[in-house]
C-alpha cells in the first residue's frame, strides 16, 4: 500500500511538472524556437597509402559489424572503347566475374562464396571498371585470395562470353519498351551529340564483334597497380591490413598510365525533337542543354538554385505545375554537374498526352519567371537549410565517405573537397544564383525533346516551332548464317518443294479436311524467356484477313483486331488506339504464314513451293522448303519422315522494328482430325523470345460478328 501511494505522488507530482512547461510552449510562437547551429562536420577520416608502384590504397576501420567489404577502381572505361565495339566494356563488366580464373571457373566461384555468404562483383562505367568484394572478417584471407586471383589473372571463358553477348543482344532488343528510357538516352544524346562517347549505344552488330581476345588484350593494359585505387573499410587493424597489402601487392611492378581520351561535345541545335510511340497515353518530356563540373566555382551557387527550382515538392516547378495547375505528374531538374566532363541542364516532366503542349509551356513561363520574379532571399534560406540539414546523411557511414574520398583522388579533387561543400553553400548569396541562372539556364538554347503519341495531343507539336523526328529504329544483326533467308525468292515450284508440301498437308489431317476450316479460335499461354508469369491468350481467325487476339493482363482484357478496313487495339481505360500501319500488315502476314492456311492452298498456283537444301534442327536431318504467296514468305524445316514442320523461319516486325523470327515446333496434337502443334519456342533475332502452349482449338466456331467492330471511342475527360 506504501508502494502504491508513493507512486501515485510521484505521477501527481509529474503532472504539476509537466503542466506550466506545456503552457509555456502553447504560448510561444514556432519562428521563436531558436534553432541551434548546425555541429561542425568532421567525417572520420580514411587512412591514405600510396606504393611504390602508384597503388593507392584507403583503409577505413569500422568495427560495428564483424564484416570486410572493399572496391578496387581502375581507370578506363566505356568512354575508351572502339565506336565499332560499343558494348564491350559492359560485356568485359560482366565475363571479367563470370569467366572465373585459371584455377577455378565462375560457377564454382559461386559455390566458394555462397556457402560463406560472401560475393565478388565486377562492373564497368564511362570511365573505369571495378571489382569488389564483401565477407565475414573471419572469411577475409580466403576470400581475398579469390578478389587477387581475379584482379590479377581472370579467364574470361568463351562460353560466358557467349551468354554475355546473349543478354547484351536481348537488352538491346528491348531498349525502346520503355519511354522514360527512350527519353533519357535520346535527350542524353542532344545534350553531347549523338556520337559522343557518353552517348554511344551498343547495337547487334558492335556487340557481335567482341571478341575474348578483346577482353584479355583490354585487361592487359588497363589493370595495373599505378592506375588502380583500392579502398577498403571493415573490422580490421589498419596497421596490420596495410603490412599485409604491401605484402601482397608490393612486388607488382607498374604498367603504363591510362590516358583519358579527348572528348568534344556537340549538342544539338535548340528546337523541338519528336520520337512518336502510339502505344502510351502519357508524353515524357525532356528540356536539354550542357551542364558543368564539380570543380566549377559555380558549383554551389548551381546546387542552391536546383533545390529552389527543380528538386523536391517545394520547388518552383513541383508547386506550380504539378500542384496547382495539375499539368504533370512528375517534374523536376537543374543544373547537372559530373566530375571530369560537364554534366547536362535537364528538365524532365511526365504527363498526359492532351496536356503536352499546354505543359511545355507552362515549363517555358517557369523559365521566364526566373528572369521577372529572381530567386528571393527566403527561398535561397530555405535551399540552403534543406541542403545542409540533408547532408550529413549522404556521409553518416564510414563507408560512404571512403567511397566519396576514393571519387576525389580518382578524380584529382582536393581531398577536403567533401568538408569544403557546407562551407561554401552556406556562402551562397541571391547575386550567386542569379549568376549561375543568366549563365546556364537558356530557354533558347534548350533542346526540347518529346516521347508521346502524337494523335492524342492537344496541339501539334509544330505550333510551338519546327519539329525534327528522332528515328529509334534498332538496326537488324548481322545474319550469322546466309541460308536461313533465301538470297533471291524463289519464283516457282519445284517438284520436290511439291511433293514435300504434300506431305505436310496430309500429316496436317488431309487436304479436303483443311480446306473445310473458315475460321478457328485457340486458347494459349505465353510466357517470356526469362521465366516470367505466363499470359493467357485467346485468338480468333477468320481466314483470310479477320484476326482477333485478346490478352489477359493485370490490368483487364487488351485486344488487338486486324480486318481488311482496320487495325486497332483496345483496352478497358486506356480506349481505342489504330494500329501502325507497319503493325497491321504484320498482324495480316501471320495469318497468311499459319500453317492451316497455306496448306489449304497447296494447289493454288499463286503459294510457291521450292525445296533446296538440307539442315540438322533438334536432331532431326530436315528438307529446307521456302513458301512464298505475294508479300508473304516463310521457310519451313520439314522432316520428311513424319511429315512435320519442325521448325520456321521468318522476317517480321517485332516490338522493335524489323527482326529475324524462329519457331520451333513440337507436341502434335489432333483435334477434330486435324493435327497441329501445341508447342511453340519462338526466338527473335536468335535469341529465345518466348514459349507458346495450345490448350485448346476449336474449329468453325460459331464467331459474333461484333468481335471484329471497332468500338466507340470512349470520351475524354473535360480538362
Given at each position: 500500500?506504501k508502494r502504491r501511494l508513493t507512486i501515485l505522488?510521484?505521477?501527481?507530482?509529474?503532472?504539476?511538472?509537466?503542466?506550466?512547461?506545456?503552457?509555456?510552449?502553447?504560448?510561444?510562437?514556432?519562428?521563436?524556437?531558436?534553432?541551434?547551429?548546425?555541429?561542425?562536420?568532421?567525417?572520420?577520416?580514411?587512412?591514405?597509402?600510396?606504393?611504390?608502384?602508384?597503388?593507392?590504397?584507403?583503409?577505413?576501420?569500422?568495427?560495428?559489424?564483424?564484416?570486410?567489404?572493399?572496391?578496387?577502381?581502375?581507370?578506363?572505361?566505356?568512354?575508351?572503347?572502339?565506336?565499332?565495339?560499343?558494348?564491350?566494356?559492359?560485356?568485359?563488366?560482366?565475363?571479367?566475374?563470370?569467366?572465373?580464373?585459371?584455377?577455378?571457373?565462375?560457377?564454382?566461384?559461386?559455390?566458394?562464396?555462397?556457402?560463406?555468404?560472401?560475393?565478388?562483383?565486377?562492373?564497368?562505367?564511362?570511365?573505369?571498371?571495378?571489382i569488389s568484394w564483401s565477407c565475414l572478417k573471419?572469411?577475409?584471407?580466403?576470400?581475398?585470395?579469390?578478389?587477387?586471383?581475379?584482379?590479377?589473372?581472370?579467364?574470361?571463358?568463351?562460353?560466358?562470353?557467349?551468354?554475355?553477348?546473349?543478354?547484351?543482344?536481348?537488352?538491346?532488343?528491348?531498349?525502346?519498351?520503355?519511354?522514360?528510357?527512350?527519353?533519357?538516352?535520346?535527350?542524353?544524346?542532344?545534350?553531347?551529340?549523338?556520337?559522343?562517347?557518353?552517348?554511344?549505344?551498343?547495337?547487334?552488330?558492335?556487340?557481335?564483334?567482341?571478341?575474348?581476345?578483346?577482353?584479355?588484350?583490354?585487361?592487359?593494359?588497363?589493370?595495373?597497380?599505378?592506375?588502380?585505387?583500392?579502398?577498403?573499410?571493415?573490422?580490421?587493424?589498419?596497421?596490420?591490413?596495410?603490412?599485409?597489402?604491401?605484402?601482397?601487392?608490393?612486388?607488382?611492378?607498374?604498367?603504363?598510365?591510362?590516358?583519358?581520351?579527348?572528348?568534344?561535345?556537340?549538342?544539338?541545335?535548340?528546337?523541338?525533337?519528336?520520337?512518336?510511340?502510339?502505344?502510351?497515353?502519357?508524353?515524357?518530356?525532356?528540356?536539354?542543354?550542357?551542364?558543368?563540373?564539380?570543380?566549377?566555382?559555380?558549383?554551389?551557387?548551381?546546387?542552391?538554385?536546383?533545390?529552389?527550382?527543380?528538386?523536391?515538392?517545394?520547388?518552383?516547378?513541383?508547386?506550380?505545375?504539378?500542384?496547382?495547375?495539375?499539368?504533370?505528374?512528375?517534374?523536376?531538374?537543374?543544373?547537372?554537374?559530373?566530375?571530369?566532363?560537364?554534366?547536362?541542364?535537364?528538365?524532365?516532366?511526365?504527363?498526359?498526352?492532351?496536356?503536352?503542349?499546354?505543359?511545355?509551356?507552362?515549363?517555358?513561363?517557369?523559365?521566364?519567371?526566373?528572369?521577372?520574379?529572381?530567386?528571393?532571399?527566403?527561398?535561397?534560406?530555405?535551399?540552403?537549410?534543406?541542403?545542409?540539414?540533408?547532408?550529413?546523411?549522404?556521409?553518416?557511414?564510414?563507408?560512404?565517405?571512403?567511397?566519396?574520398?576514393?571519387?576525389?583522388?580518382?578524380?584529382?579533387?582536393?581531398?577536403?573537397?567533401?568538408?569544403?561543400?557546407?562551407?561554401?553553400?552556406?556562402?551562397?548569396?541571391?547575386?550567386?544564383?542569379?549568376?549561375?541562372?543568366?549563365?546556364?539556364?537558356?530557354?533558347?538554347?534548350?533542346?526540347?525533346?518529346?516521347?508521346?503519341?502524337?494523335?492524342?495531343?492537344?496541339?501539334?507539336?509544330?505550333?510551338?516551332?519546327?519539329?525534327?523526328?528522332?528515328?529509334?529504329?534498332?538496326?537488324?544483326?548481322?545474319?550469322?548464317?546466309?541460308?536461313?533467308?533465301?538470297?533471291?525468292?524463289?519464283?516457282?515450284?519445284?517438284?520436290?518443294?511439291?511433293?514435300?508440301?504434300?506431305?505436310?498437308?496430309?500429316?496436317?489431317?488431309?487436304?479436303?479436311?483443311?480446306?473445310?476450316?473458315?475460321?478457328?479460335?485457340?486458347?494459349?499461354?505465353?510466357?517470356?524467356?526469362?521465366?516470367?508469369?505466363?499470359?493467357?491468350?485467346?485468338?480468333?481467325?477468320?481466314?483470310?484477313?479477320?484476326?482477333?487476339?485478346?490478352?489477359?493482363?493485370?490490368?483487364?482484357?487488351?485486344?488487338?483486331?486486324?480486318?481488311?478496313?482496320?487495325?486497332?487495339?483496345?483496352?478497358?481505360?486506356?480506349?481505342?488506339?489504330?494500329?501502325?500501319?507497319?503493325?497491321?500488315?504484320?498482324?495480316?502476314?501471320?495469318?497468311?504464314?499459319?500453317?492451316?492456311?497455306?496448306?489449304?492452298?497447296?494447289?493454288?498456283?499463286?503459294?510457291?513451293?521450292?525445296?533446296?537444301?538440307?539442315?540438322?534442327?533438334?536432331?532431326?536431318?530436315?528438307?529446307?522448303?521456302?513458301?512464298?504467296?505475294?508479300?508473304?514468305?516463310?521457310?519451313?524445316?520439314?522432316?520428311?519422315?513424319?511429315?512435320?514442320?519442325?521448325?520456321?523461319?521468318?522476317?517480321?516486325?517485332?516490338?522493335?522494328?524489323?527482326?529475324?523470327?524462329?519457331?520451333?515446333?513440337?507436341?502434335?496434337?489432333?483435334?477434330?482430325?486435324?493435327?497441329?502443334?501445341?508447342?511453340?519456342?519462338?526466338?527473335e533475332n536468335g535469341q529465345d523470345s518466348s514459349?507458346?502452349?495450345?490448350?485448346?482449338?476449336?474449329?468453325?466456331?460459331?464467331?459474333?460478328?461484333?468481335?471484329?467492330?471497332?468500338?466507340?471511342?470512349?470520351?475524354?475527360?473535360?480538362?
Open positions: 500500500m505522488a510521484l505521477i501527481i507530482g509529474t503532472c504539476g511538472i509537466l503542466k506550466p512547461l506545456n503552457a509555456a510552449a502553447q504560448a510561444t510562437d514556432w519562428q521563436q524556437v531558436p534553432i541551434p547551429a548546425l555541429h561542425a562536420f568532421h567525417p572520420q577520416e580514411p587512412k591514405r597509402i600510396e606504393l611504390p608502384n602508384g597503388m593507392v590504397i584507403f583503409l577505413q576501420e569500422d568495427h560495428e559489424l564483424p564484416l570486410i567489404d572493399g572496391t578496387a577502381r581502375v581507370r578506363g572505361g566505356s568512354r575508351s572503347e572502339p565506336a565499332n565495339k560499343a558494348g564491350m566494356l559492359d560485356i568485359y563488366g560482366d565475363v571479367w566475374r563470370t569467366g572465373g580464373t585459371k584455377s577455378q571457373t565462375g560457377d564454382q566461384l559461386d559455390d566458394f562464396l555462397e556457402v560463406r555468404a560472401a560475393k565478388i562483383e565486377t562492373g564497368s562505367s564511362a570511365d573505369s571498371t571495378s573471419g572469411d577475409f584471407d580466403d576470400v581475398f585470395k579469390v578478389f587477387t586471383d581475379l584482379l590479377r589473372d581472370p579467364e574470361f571463358r568463351a562460353d560466358k562470353l557467349d551468354l554475355a553477348q546473349k543478354g547484351m543482344d536481348d537488352s538491346i532488343s528491348r531498349r525502346n519498351d520503355e519511354v522514360g528510357d527512350i527519353a533519357g538516352r535520346e535527350a542524353a544524346k542532344l545534350a553531347y551529340g549523338a556520337d559522343n562517347p557518353y552517348t554511344r549505344q551498343p547495337e547487334y552488330a558492335t556487340v557481335a564483334a567482341v571478341t575474348r581476345q578483346d577482353l584479355i588484350d583490354w585487361h592487359h593494359a588497363h589493370v595495373h597497380p599505378n592506375n588502380m585505387i583500392l579502398g577498403i573499410a571493415g573490422d580490421f587493424d589498419s596497421a596490420a591490413m596495410e603490412a599485409k597489402l604491401r605484402q601482397i601487392f608490393g612486388g607488382w611492378a607498374k604498367g603504363p598510365a591510362d590516358t583519358s581520351p579527348d572528348i568534344e561535345f556537340h549538342p544539338a541545335k535548340p528546337g523541338y525533337y519528336l520520337i512518336p510511340k502510339t502505344d502510351v497515353n502519357q508524353s515524357n518530356i525532356r528540356m536539354v542543354e550542357l551542364g558543368i563540373r564539380r570543380d566549377d566555382p559555380d558549383y554551389y551557387a548551381a546546387q542552391v538554385f536546383n533545390d529552389v527550382f527543380g528538386n523536391g515538392f517545394s520547388s518552383r516547378l513541383v508547386q506550380s505545375i504539378r500542384t496547382a495547375k495539375g499539368l504533370a505528374y512528375t517534374v523536376g531538374g537543374g543544373i547537372g554537374s559530373a566530375f571530369d566532363h560537364p554534366g547536362v541542364v535537364r528538365l524532365s516532366m511526365g504527363t498526359k498526352s492532351a496536356s503536352t503542349v499546354e505543359a511545355i509551356q507552362a515549363l517555358d513561363e517557369e523559365l521566364d519567371k526566373l528572369k521577372t520574379h529572381p530567386i528571393s532571399d527566403d527561398e535561397i534560406k530555405r535551399a540552403k537549410d534543406s541542403i545542409l540539414n540533408s547532408f550529413v546523411f549522404n556521409f553518416d557511414s564510414p563507408e560512404k565517405v571512403l567511397h566519396e574520398k576514393m571519387a576525389y583522388e580518382f578524380y584529382g579533387y582536393p581531398p577536403d573537397f567533401l568538408e569544403r561543400f557546407r562551407s561554401a553553400v552556406e556562402k551562397v548569396q541571391a547575386a550567386d544564383v542569379a549568376r549561375v541562372v543568366a549563365k546556364y539556364v537558356h530557354k533558347d538554347q534548350l533542346a526540347v525533346l518529346v516521347v508521346g503519341n502524337t494523335a492524342d495531343f492537344d496541339k501539334p507539336l509544330s505550333t510551338l516551332g519546327e519539329v525534327k523526328n528522332i528515328d529509334i529504329t534498332i538496326p537488324p544483326p548481322p545474319a550469322e548464317k546466309k541460308e536461313e533467308t533465301p538470297a533471291a525468292k524463289p519464283t516457282a515450284s519445284n517438284p520436290e518443294g511439291k511433293a514435300l508440301a504434300a506431305k505436310v498437308v496430309e500429316a496436317l489431317g488431309g487436304l479436303p479436311k483443311l480446306q473445310s476450316v473458315n475460321s478457328l479460335q485457340a486458347d494459349l499461354t505465353e510466357q517470356d524467356a526469362q521465366g516470367g508469369p505466363p499470359t493467357t491468350v485467346q485468338i480468333t481467325i477468320a481466314f483470310p484477313d479477320r484476326m482477333h487476339v485478346q490478352v489477359q493482363t493485370p490490368q483487364g482484357p487488351f485486344a488487338i483486331v486486324v480486318t481488311p478496313d482496320a487495325g486497332f487495339m483496345s483496352a478497358a481505360g486506356m480506349g481505342v488506339r489504330d494500329l501502325p500501319p507497319p503493325q497491321k500488315a504484320e498482324t495480316v502476314k501471320q495469318i497468311h504464314r499459319d500453317l492451316v492456311y497455306i496448306a489449304q492452298h497447296l494447289n493454288d498456283p499463286a503459294f510457291i513451293f521450292a525445296a533446296g537444301g538440307t539442315e540438322t534442327v533438334g536432331g532431326v536431318e530436315t528438307r529446307i522448303v521456302d513458301v512464298s504467296a505475294g508479300d508473304m514468305a516463310i521457310r519451313w524445316f520439314v522432316d520428311p519422315k513424319t511429315g512435320h514442320v519442325v521448325q520456321e523461319a521468318y522476317e517480321a516486325v517485332g516490338r522493335s522494328g524489323q527482326m529475324h523470327g524462329e519457331t520451333a515446333l513440337s507436341d502434335w496434337k489432333t483435334t477434330d482430325g486435324i493435327t497441329l502443334p501445341a508447342l511453340h519456342k519462338n526466338k514459349i507458346v502452349e495450345f490448350t485448346r482449338i476449336q474449329f468453325n466456331p460459331a464467331i459474333d460478328p461484333k468481335l471484329f467492330e471497332k468500338p466507340a471511342a470512349e470520351a475524354k475527360p473535360a480538362q
